[in-house]
T-cell receptor, first 114, second 110 residues
């Protein structure tokens, strides 16, 4: 079964540093997403991406965050100047079409900011 | 917000019993989805039910949707220890981003 692959599985970073979280969506999927889950809290939508541009973003997704699809296979989330409160599990997801079909989520990257 | 809210927050059952959890939401939806998450792991898509559907089955899973009450239920029949996980409902409106509830933690005792 096709998978969404996320790397690394766990990232520890110093406060103020920049991190890049990487995702390889399913190859024939066109829509890509980042969600995050702070420990013990709900899964929250961050951003959706289609046709090489952001289609929607949440209030959380401010100037500190950016996304990119640099080479047609990878989909990255960059977090600049990390803060303690950015510590969370970050999930990448992809879907074949934006028809509200089932999403395929990656297994997540646990980001710990110290 | 159209976020789903599950209840109960936690459920403990004996292996072989059925587990039922409910989800309520606030605004009109295109579809509602259920996901499973094992501790500290990723989200696994279980089942999707569209707003014009009332019931759907997948293996030991049965999902119902009542759009008049803005609620859904997930039934897991003949539970197994491997069903121990957190279960989340997620709603999708016309913008299709998912809004997740806080989840129901299910523990299946052997």
């Amino acid at each position: 079964e096709p998978e969404v692959t996320q790397t690394p599985s766990h990232q520890v970073t110093q406060m103020g540093q920049e991190v890049i979280l990487r995702c390889v969506p399913i190859s024939n999927h066109l829509y890509f997403y980042w969600y995050r889950q702070i420990l013990g809290q709900k899964v929250e939508f961050l951003v959706s991406f289609y046709n090489n541009e952001i289609s929607e973003k949440s209030e959380i997704f401010d100037d500190q965050f950016s996304v990119e699809r640099p080479d047609g296979s990878n989909f990255t989330l960059k977090i600049r100047s990390t803060k303690l409160e950015d510590s969370a599990m970050y999930f990448c997801a992809s879907s074949e079409a934006m028809t509200g079909g089932g999403y395929t989520f990656g297994s997540g990257t646990r980001l710990t900011v110290v | 917000s159209q976020q789903g809210e599950e209840d109960p927050q936690a459920l403990s059952i004996q292996e072989g019993e059925n587990a039922t959890m409910n989800c309520s939401y606030k605004t009109s939806i295109n579809n509602l989805q259920w996901y499973r998450q094992n501790s500290g792991r990723g989200l696994v898509h279980l089942i999707l039910i569209r707003s014009n559907e009332r019931e759907k089955h997948s293996g030991r899973l049965r999902v119902t949707l009542d759009t008049s009450k803005k609620s859904s239920s997930l039934l897991i029949t003949a539970s197994r220890a491997a069903d121990t996980a957190s279960y989340f409902c997620a709603t999708a409106a016309n913008d299709y981003k998912l809004s997740f509830g806080a989840g129901t933690t299910v523990t299946v005792r052997a």
